[in-house]
């Protein structure tokens, strides 16, 4: 079913819904993935995006996601003056990634807190994205709801203690998916969450030996 959103696009700066909004998106949920405030980005643009990104001004776009602006900005077309001012160092370079959407982009980020990040978004049209990669991890994430990333051991039980945690704090959930690597390996839950959640979930998931890690990410 389409929503209104779908069939109209976003409220944007910028002469196109995939290569402009869609870039803003995806480098907005680089940024939060991160974490932390950027001060290093390679951005890896293929297909599509390889081929129009200075004419579309996605590069342009893709830098203001990473420091924070919205679809509607005025500062996107100044974006590259903003990342100066905000000591944010940047590079594009063009690569083949295969099995991927044409409107596909890599991101990789350095925070100010010495982390890092890879974060793989395509835009999909009307504004729209997808986030499939997480550093090693495949994921699905559309940035629409609050979700949870859950790295964790591949051991019998982990999907009920997480749910019942959440069921705990009265979290509903309307989205899940899990992959892993291999039996008895490291497995991924992602899980999209209605409405806005916080720090005391991660804290009562995290009490589990066999979770790796848990991350709340916020709508875009």
């Given amino acids: 079913m389409l929503e209104i959103?779908?069939?109209?696009?976003?409220?944007?700066?910028?002469?196109?819904?995939?290569?402009?909004a869609g870039a803003v998106r995806i480098g907005k949920y680089a940024r939060s993935i991160l974490g932390s405030k950027p001060i290093?980005?390679?951005?890896?643009?293929?297909?599509?995006f390889a081929k129009t990104y200075r004419g579309h001004g996605t590069d342009k776009a893709i830098i203001a996601g990473i420091l924070g602006m919205d679809t509607d900005g005025n500062r996107i077309k100044n974006s590259f003056t903003v990342a100066k001012e905000e000591g944010l160092s940047y590079t594009f370079v063009t690569c083949e990634i295969d099995n991927v959407h044409p409107n596909t982009a890599e991101i990789v980020l350095k925070g100010d807190a010495g982390n890092n990040v890879l974060v793989r978004g395509s835009s999909i049209g009307g504004g729209n994205i997808i986030i499939t990669k997480i550093n090693e991890t495949t994921v699905s994430i559309n940035g629409k709801s609050t979700t949870?990333?859950?790295?964790?051991?591949?051991?019998?039980?982990?999907?009920?203690?997480?749910?019942?945690?959440?069921a705990d704090k009265g979290v509903n959930i309307h989205g899940f998916s899990l992959s892993r690597?291999?039996?008895?390996?490291?497995?991924?839950?992602?899980?999209?969450?209605?409405?806005?959640?916080?720090a005391t979930i991660n804290d009562a998931i995290m009490k589990n030996p066999d979770i790796i890690s848990s991350t709340i990410l916020n709508a875009i």
């Fill in 40 to 48: 290093e980005a390679e951005i890896r643009f293929c297909g599509s």
């Fill in 148 to 166: 949870l990333i859950i790295p964790h051991r591949d051991v019998p039980g982990m999907i009920a203690f997480v749910t019942n945690v959440l």
């Fill in 5 to 20: 959103f779908d069939i109209i696009g976003p409220v944007m700066i910028g002469p196109s819904s995939s290569h402009t």
């Fill in 181 to 198: 690597d291999r039996k008895g390996g490291t497995a991924v839950m992602t899980i999209e969450l209605d409405g806005d959640t916080d």
